[in-house]
């Protein structure tokens, strides 16, 4: 079993990056056509992913991608990867759901 400082100390510090994650893109949003997803369960669900990935890698990769062993391929999936603009035209939303277009509407 893990001592309980370690396991509060990572809970914190989850904590402080999900919100990192959080403003950072809510400010990239401010510059764009898009929105978080109405679902606010599935924001906090990536977002999570999100910060655990940045505290694994160093770096927020989208949690819907596979990050490889090679760190310029892995560029192109760091939030908002590569594919958000094509799959929100296509799709009205990003791939795992983060991102919607302006005309989204919820089923």
């Known amino acids: 079993m893990k001592?309980?400082?370690?396991?509060?100390a990572k809970e914190k510090s989850l904590t402080r990056v999900?919100?990192?994650v959080r403003e950072r893109l809510e400010k990239w949003l401010e510059n764009t056509p898009y929105k978080f997803n109405p679902?606010?369960?599935t924001?906090?669900?990536?977002?999570?992913?999100?910060a655990l990935r940045r505290?694994?890698?160093g770096k927020e990769y989208c949690p819907?991608?596979?990050?490889?062993?090679d760190?310029?391929?892995?560029?192109?999936?760091?939030?908002p990867c590569i594919y958000h603009e094509e799959e929100i035209a296509e799709n009205g939303m990003c791939f795992c759901r983060l991102f919607?277009?302006?005309n989204f509407e919820p089923e």
């Open 71 to 79: 760190e310029k391929e892995n560029a192109v999936i760091i939030c």
């Open 3 to 8: 001592p309980k400082k370690t396991v509060e």
């Open 64 to 69: 819907c991608r596979v990050v490889k062993e």
């Open 55 to 57: 505290l694994k890698y």
């Open 39 to 41: 679902d606010t369960a």
């Open 100 to 102: 919607v277009g302006p």
């Open 43 to 50: 924001v906090n669900t990536v977002i999570k992913g999100l």
């Open 18 to 20: 999900k919100r990192e």
